[in-house]
């Protein structure tokens, strides 16, 4: 029964972020040729969260390295990784975020394997394949983390990187004014028919919140040594004009001891 719901309520999501795409959606829109073009002089940034970008140390020489981009279609990111000398794979479950990724790669002349996929199910890799998974916030939209992470650490070499954009749960206790606290964490609108119906009602598809001890902890546990991290705010709103936090990014580096 738990597989069921679970292929259930991620084809929901899958088809939410479609119709998103279709609406114009700001996760999806692939870069310009000009944004190409600045990445491969060295002039380029990209997200893991809404505003801040990612400090370039956090990926150290990327030219010849495999990148892992985790639910992270939309040719935001990977063709900025491509422009720099990166081998590339994409696995994302949007085949409009993926058809973005083949739209850029087409039309700038590089390659990049595009993989449609659930990233809560063992990802379709070789054990030690990527020098770097690439993971921008989409846990949210996923009922258990952990496994995500223990993944990560299978498919990463020793020494490997994975850089992941996390929500902190503050967006998901507020009203959507973001003036009352109006729900009780976790969110799970899977067990909670109250929150579903709030997803369903405003078009959010089926997102949860996720703690420290998951999200820390799950990578901690997978194997990973945490070595930098930052917070980032909405970018709108007014949690964001009050400057509280609601998502964080971590760098983390998976250990060369045998998991």
């Known amino acids: 029964m738990e597989n069921t719901i679970q292929k259930d309520y991620q084809d929901i999501n899958a088809e939410t972020i479609d119709r998103w795409i279709e609406e114009g959606w700001e996760w999806g829109v692939p870069v310009s040729h000009e944004t190409f073009l ?14 801040k970008p990612v400090p370039h140390e956090w990926f150290g020489e990327l030219r010849g390295k495999k990148v892992l981009g985790l639910a992270s279609g939309g040719g935001q990111q990977i063709p900025i990784f491509s422009a720099l000398g990166a081998e590339c794979t994409v696995l994302d479950y949007s085949q409009k975020q993926l058809a973005s990724e083949r739209l850029v790669s087409d039309r700038e002349g590089y390659d990049v394997t595009l993989v449609r996929a659930d990233m809560t199910k063992p990802l379709p890799f070789l054990s030690e394949s990527f020098d770097l998974v690439f993971h921008p ?4 939209y996923v009922e258990k983390v ?58 959010c598809g089926m997102q949860f919140s996720h703690g ?9 546990k997978a194997g990973f040594i945490l070595t930098d991290l930052y917070e980032d705010y909405n970018g709108s709103g007014r949690l964001n004009e009050l400057t509280i936090p609601t998502f964080f990014a971590t760098r983390a580096v998976k250990s060369r001891r045998t998991i």
């Open 146 to 203: 952990e496994p995500i992470f223990l993944e990560c650490a299978r498919v990463l070499k020793p020494g490997g990187v994975l850089l992941c954009g996390l929500d902190n749960g503050v967006n998901f206790i507020t009203d959507e004014k973001e003036e009352r606290i109006l729900n009780r964490l976790p969110f799970n609108p899977l067990r909670d028919p109250e929150q579903r119906k709030q997803l369903e009602e405003d078009d």
């Open 137 to 140: 916030v989409s846990n949210c």
């Open 212 to 220: 420290l001890e998951e999200q820390i902890g799950g990578q901690l």
């Open 38 to 51: 600045r990445a491969k002089e060295g002039v380029w940034d990209v997200l893991l969260t809404p505003t």
